[in-house]
T-cell receptor
């Protein structure tokens, strides 16, 4: 089975540019999560979707961040405009939400550097 | 609110030593779930184990073992006879029936030297 697929693996951009991160969850999974990892703050939940519907976006830092899930097999996280403090590794994860103990399966992450 | 504390930021051991990674959690829920993940130097997050709050039995999987103690809100992870390949950052996490997402601790960086 293919795991969670994220693209790109690395992204380097200049401050003010728009950045779009992409995620393909595991087929059959109905929950999708976006996390951000930094040295200072560790792993932070940004937003999660259940059955393509955003359930909780309270972790999204500010209006510059937006996420969409147009269908069960694709999600995007967009930052516009990007700032140097957005530099981090962004992980997408999916799970089959039948029970609360479903583990999250993570992608390999996108390392974002904003200069 | 849920919270996970991993007090050990970094641990360094010599190969073949046993090492225990501590995890203390906070939750108001009576039903909750605990997880451990491994993040090797390559960066991916690998699921290791889950445990629900009703099951306090310890679990052993090869060189790995987990000790869940509800009375002290701890879910500690022990690696027996550590190997260099165990070098990674290990994360403890908690969630509950009322939440979908995992709340992670800050992680413990384990370095195993030959």
């Amino acid at each position: 089975d293919a795991g969670v697929i994220q693209s790109p693996r690395h992204e380097v951009t200049e401050m003010g540019q728009e950045v779009t991160l992409r995620c393909k969850p595991i087929s059959g999974h109905n929950s999708l999560f976006w996390y951000r990892q930094t040295m200072m703050r560790g792993l932070e939940l940004l937003i999660y979707f259940n059955n393509n519907v955003p359930i909780d976006d309270s972790g999204m830092p500010e209006d510059r961040f937006s996420a969409k899930m147009p269908n069960a097999s694709f999600s995007t996280l967009k930052i516009q405009p990007s700032e140097p403090r957005d530099s981090a590794v962004y992980f997408c994860a999916s799970s089959y939400r039948r029970e609360s103990n479903s583990p999250l399966h993570f992608g390999n992450g996108t390392r974002l550097t904003v200069t | 609110a849920q919270k996970v504390t991993q007090a050990q930021t970094e641990i360094s051991v010599v190969e073949k030593e046993d090492v225990t990674l501590d995890c203390v959690y906070e939750t108001r829920d009576t039903t909750y779930y605990l997880f451990w993940y491994k993040q090797p130097p390559s960066g991916e997050l690998v699921f290791l184990i889950r445990r629900n709050s009703f099951d306090e039995q310890n679990e052993i999987s090869g060189r790995y073992s987990w000790n869940f103690q509800k009375s002290t809100s701890s879910f500690n992870f022990t690696i027996t006879a550590s190997q260099v390949v165990d070098s990674a950052v290990y994360f403890c996490a908690v969630n509950s029936n009322s939440g979908y997402a995992l709340n992670f601790g800050k992680g413990t960086s384990l370095l195993v030297t030959p």
